[in-house]
């Protein structure tokens, strides 16, 4: 079956590296992109942020959130770009207060309790927040190269829920933990409403030009065995599953954060194409239990990006050596930070793609 372009033309799988990587075939080279490509380790990123104003502006400028989706294709050539967004976008579509502290992260009004849930707006007005994001992959897709995959992407319920409870990021999501447990109806509505209105912004980002979609569950490792099933499989499982109702031929990539052996059957389970690797995860094991479903993404460890060196390469050739009989999207295993070397990308592109 041929692949859509973005602008819906046939094309042969053989011009986009990902997509061929998605519909599971082994290449000799593995195609790369990278978490947070777009972001503060690019001097390019910081002066365009300083010109929106603020982090929120700047997601909300579909101009400007253009030109930093394209920084990082332009420098390195990633065979793949994602959109230049976040995922408390979607809480605030919903009527959730939102807000970013410097230094500190976000903040967001609070949902503890019934009154707090319906106080939500109707996922049926989230679009009218979220326009300028679908602007954006419009505007991406008449601007990326041809043989450059666009990746559309929201954060899952489970990840999502957390910020929306703690209003903050929290290190062991405590008090979504205690919501769960203290009243579980209140706490299922809210991931079901999450759940809903995922489900239509990223077929609405799909409708866009998105050609890959990728669901965040950053926060998945802090679930137990019985809670991952519920509330970070389970809601995967659905959103796919409309989303491929609506977008057959939409690969989708799961990252279940943190889920160790958890990983193994989640692309059966949950129906995705991909599934993204941490940096904890072997990548021999994965080769192993992992892969034999499909294709996997990952898994360098983001810290080779601030300390580069022969670690790096030699690390980068482990990862690819290990996973080179199988599908396989070379990327970290978390979000690049701040403070990496755009130096250390390059030699990690170079060591990916002359190995």
Known sequence: MPIRTRKGDAMTRSDKPILRALAGE??????????????????????????AGDFLSLCYNSDLATEVTLQPIRRYGFDAAILFADILLVPQALGADLWFVTGEGPRLSTITDAQGLNALKPVSDIHETLNPIYQTLRNLSGALPSETTLIGFAGAPWTVATYMIAGRGTPDQGPAHALKAENRPVFEALLDRITEATIEYLSAQIDAG????????????????????????????????A?????????????????????????RATGADCVALDDGVDAAWAAAHVQIDGCVQGNLASSHMVTGGEALVQETHAIVDALSH?????????????????DNVQRMIDAVRTR
């Open 243 to 267: 989303l491929k109702a609506r977008h057959p031929e939409t690969p989708i990539i799961a990252f279940p954060r943190g889920a160790g052996p958890r990983y193994e059957g989640f692309a």
């Open 26 to 51: 082994t290449l000799p080279t593995p195609p790369i992109w990278m978490m947070r490509q777009a972001g503060r380790y690019l001097p390019e990123y910081r002066a365009t942020r300083a010109e």
């Open 326 to 342: 199988g599908p396989h999207i070379f990327n970290l295993g978390h979000g690049i930070t701040p403070d990496a070397d755009p």
């Open 210 to 241: 998105a050609e890959v979609i990728k669901l965040f569950d950053s926060w998945a490792g802090s679930l137990n065995d019985e809670d991952f099933a519920a509330y970070a499989l389970a809601p995967a499982q659905r959103i796919i599953a």
